[in-house]
């Protein structure tokens, strides 16, 4: 029997942990991708902030420094959303190296015989990886296939978020809420950045956000990465534990 097929067997055998593996694949994921979408949305902001205060710069007007604080603002949760990110990586690369702990000591049994018949260490613990690598990849493949059929709605949840955020922010600074009038900020001589209003900007009108084929292909290096990072994380232990485990068998 195949390494995968093994895998598969064990999946397909056991159900409670099959459940349970992609519930907590499920919550980790969806919370990775919620915190890296805000922080890619209020990164995208800062940029196209940068470039309308560039722009009212050369024009020498008196609303530069409202954006200057609204830039500095999206700048500050960029940082923060990051920090989360690797805070929510952190913990979730703790909780699968405890899940493989608790699971050498589940199947200490089937290990044990594997051993005994010969095994490798290294195909026993490609099987583990394999059987992880499955579950990750179908949540993964989830995911992926519910953002690009619902980008347009979960783009505008985020834009919608980041808008409540920054008008929480913005509420105590006059010289931001008073620009927050229907009127554009300037003349369309410079259409490019000047046509956008405060309000119009928190709003998300200015990004539009699509599946596009660059999104495609960075979704299969995105995928790339967490396969990697998986099979590190699942991987390194269990060889570990399984070479400890051998050498206490002959």
Known sequence: MTIAKRAYRHLQNHPYFFLFMLIFYLVYFILAFVVALLAKQFSDSSIQLSHIIASLDSQHTSLYEPFKVLESITTHYTIEFQYLLLLIVFAGTLSMVMI?????????????????MGERVYKLTT??????????????????????????????????????????????NTSLVHLQGDSPLSSSENGDFTRFNVNAFLMGESIHNTFTQNNTLQAFFLAGIINFYSCMVVGIPNYLLLSLKKSTLS
């Not at 493989?100 to 005994?116: A, G, M, P, V």
């Not at 990886?129 to 992926?144: M, P, S």
């Open 100 to 116: 493989q702990l608790f699971l050498s000591r589940f199947r200490k049994k089937e290990y044990q015989n594997y051993l005994l």
């Open 127 to 172: 099987q583990l990886i394999v059987e992880q690598l499955l579950l990750i990849n179908t949540i993964i493949l989830l995911l992926f296939s519910i953002y690009s059929l619902f980008t347009t709605p979960v783009m505008n949840k985020i834009s919608h978020l980041e808008t409540e955020i920054l008008q929480q922010e913005i509420k105590p």
